[in-house]
């Protein structure tokens, strides 16, 4: 077997960067890797216009360490009163290359997010005639509706609904954590697809609660049962081009995730790759990871591919940092469980 592998250079579909220092200490983690991240808007106060979210670019690439190249794609906080003309005019100019809809209550920082789906109808309606894409969180947040329940249940009381009223709108189900999930995408047609993140090809909802609480293992949506876990590897794994990467990587300050209430969020952006080549050596699909990772995203996003590219080599275990320093504390890094032996060449 093959011990070295190039691929284009690949893109994440769904990042969280936050702000301030925090931003600082995590945007080279990324940028290291990736070249472009649909960048997410769910900071406070949110980035709700398209002035917000080209000053948050601003401060993104203000950021960035010098030689590092890295293109951040803008995203707004869809909430009720967002304006469509406002929208329209941000992506026509380039600023803006997607809108997020969190439900409210959803998970981090979604307080603002959508209650009442009539009142966006405009918003979804504008989308649709630009082509501009809509990235959902998956989740119903109805109390009575259990947690490992609630992707499933979004589906067909708030997702199937809206692109039914709302033909040609295109949508990107963001970080699909069950085999209902993969099924829908599958089935959808050309006008959706669906983002997979590396920690759901890793955990399922025992990695978080047997033999004591993970807190780094955290996330939203929650890892779900070994049969989800196992349908989201066939599908990551499969080719198909309706599933590309976004690895959903949110730092949260480890005094903020090891708490009574602590934060949803795994941080994964400084080893994504090596565990993705070694999830798809397992799955026998090496040749299939350039296409998760670098080729269907920008297909669906109608962005072409990265020219340039990345070397995966496999030899002896990757000593990543467990953790990232910033003026706010430290982060912890994603640790799968098992040695890394694949790393992205200098």
């Given amino acids: 077997m093959s ?10 579909w769904h990042l969280h960067l936050r702000d301030g220092a925090v931003l600082a200490a995590v945007l080279p983690e990324s940028a290291r890797h990736f070249a472009r991240a649909i960048v997410m808007p769910n900071l406070v106060p949110p980035v709700v216009t398209g002035a917000q979210a080209s000053a948050y670019r601003q401060r993104i690439r203000a950021a960035l360490p010098m030689g590092m190249d890295f293109t951040p794609l803008m995203t707004l906080y869809l909430t009720e009163t967002t304006d469509p003309k ?3 005019a941000a992506a026509k100019v380039g600023t803006i290359t997607a809108v997020k809809l969190y439900p409210a209550g959803a998970t981090t920082n979604s307080a603002s997010g959508v209650r009442d789906f009539d009142r966006v109808r405009g918003v979804l309606e504008t989308m649709a005639e630009i082509g501009l894409p809509l990235c959902v969180h998956g989740e119903v947040t109805d109390a009575d509706i259990d947690i490992f329940d609630r992707e499933a249940v979004f589906i067909d009381r708030v997702l199937d609904p809206i692109r039914r009223r709302t033909p040609g709108l295109r949508v990107v189900m963001e970080h699909i954590t069950t085999r209902d999930g993969v099924d829908y995408v599958t089935s959808g047609g050309a006008d959706i697809a669906g983002t997979i993140t590396m920690h759901h090809l890793i955990l399922n909802r025992n990695h978080i609660l047997v033999g004591g609480i993970r807190p780094h293992y955290y996330c939203l949506p929650v890892a779900k049962r070994e049969e989800h876990r196992l349908a989201l590897r066939a599908a990551a794994t499969s080719g198909d081009p309706s599933f590309f990467l976004g690895t959903d990587s949110a730092p949260h300050v480890d005094a903020l995730k090891e708490s009574a209430c602590g934060c949803a969020g795994c941080f994964t952006a400084t080893n994504t790759l090596s565990i993705l080549a070694h999830v798809f050596e397992e799955e026998g699909a090496l040749d299939r990871l350039e296409a998760f990772t670098s080729l269907n995203g920008p297909a669906f996003y109608r962005l072409p591919p990265n020219a340039d590219s990345i ?4 030899g002896d275990p990757v000593a990543y940092p467990a953790k990232i320093a910033t003026a706010d504390g430290p982060i912890t ?5 098992f040695p890394l032996l694949w790393r992205v060449a200098e």
């Fill in 86 to 88: 406002d929208v329209k």
């Fill in 3 to 12: 011990h070295r592998l190039t691929l284009r250079r690949p893109d994440d």
């Fill in 333 to 337: 890094v994603f640790d799968p469980g």
């Fill in 311 to 314: 070397t995966l080599t496999k």
